[in-house]
């Protein structure tokens, strides 16, 4: 397994990258109602990361082995629908919960993150999954620190979240970032404490659990990109890109408008 380290420069550089992404999502909330379509909020996130941060939007064109290029500029996960969502002209509703995930290119250097978003009134089910969600990436990021195993990060989501009565996706996972959208180390969103590659200062990877209100099984749509769940329950997902510090972690895609941290982690 080859994991690339990011010195200073690296990372200051991925900082940028990681606020940019993350900014998007500020810019898209106040769109976020019902009567919008997805694809109305594709546009408007390219139109910003094009025009106003003079960047490149990451999925677009995306085109891993096996895979058709990807259409649009973000992904968008309503409800049901795991992962890779395709923005399209239907219309959000009262009640509706979407994923999404924004990841752009600046100098070279990729910055990944995504929120979600419940549409005007959320049922309480609904509020509780992407609450669950939330504090999930949240107790996996409090693992990282040089000398922990990523098998520390995955164990700590999965039993937060099966403990609340939820299902961990487990044909996706984090992964590391860089100069490269997807490289190594996968990061899985359970596993076993004390296992997998050890972390060290440098490392930089997404942390990005999704989280079923059913069961974990998931399929593949006829698009070739959205995913969903077998059982068509409810699925949630956040991501923050971290990078591992001498002392502990730095989550990179912050910016004015991301949601604090649960209070596990500032209390």
Not at 56 to 79: D, E, F, H, Q, R
Not at 153 to 162: D, K, P, R, V, W
Not at 220 to 234: A, C, F, H, P, Y
């Amino acid at each position: 397994m080859t994991i690339t380290i990011k010195d200073a420069a690296d990372i200051a550089a991925m900082r940028v990258a990681g606020r940019l992404a993350s900014e998007v999502l500020d810019m898209l909330t106040l769109h976020v109602k019902p009567g919008v379509t997805t694809e109305q909020l594709d546009k408007l996130a390219h139109d910003h990361i094009v025009n106003v941060q003079q960047a490149i939007p990451a999925p677009l064109n995306y085109c891993p082995p096996g895979y058709t290029p990807y259409p649009k500029s973000i992904c968008t996960s309503v409800n049901h629908q795991v992962c890779h969502g395709i923005p399209n002209d239907k219309v959000l509703k009262n009640g509706d919960i979407v994923n999404i995930d924004v990841t752009v290119i600046k100098d070279g250097w990729h910055g990944d993150t995504s929120r979600m978003f419940i549409v005007g009134e959320g049922s309480i089910a609904a509020k509780r999954l992407c609450q669950f969600t939330y504090e999930a990436m949240w107790k996996g990021i409090a693992k990282v620190k040089p000398g922990a195993r990523l098998g520390d990060i995955g164990h700590s989501i999965q039993t937060f979240a099966e403990n609340a009565g939820f299902a961990v996706v487990r044909e996706f996972c984090g992964h590391g970032i860089g100069q490269v959208f997807h490289e190594e180390p996968q990061v899985l969103h359970y596993g076993r404490p004390g296992t997998l590659e050890e972390l060290v200062p440098g490392m930089v990877f997404t942390i990005e659990p999704m989280i079923n209100a059913g069961r974990r099984e998931i399929r593949e749509m006829g698009d070739g990109w959205t995913i969903v769940t077998k059982d068509r329950s409810l699925s949630a997902q956040w991501e923050h890109t971290i990078v591992v510090t001498e002392t502990g972690y730095e989550v990179l895609t912050l910016s004015a408008g991301s949601p604090p941290p649960p209070a596990f982690i500032t209390g």
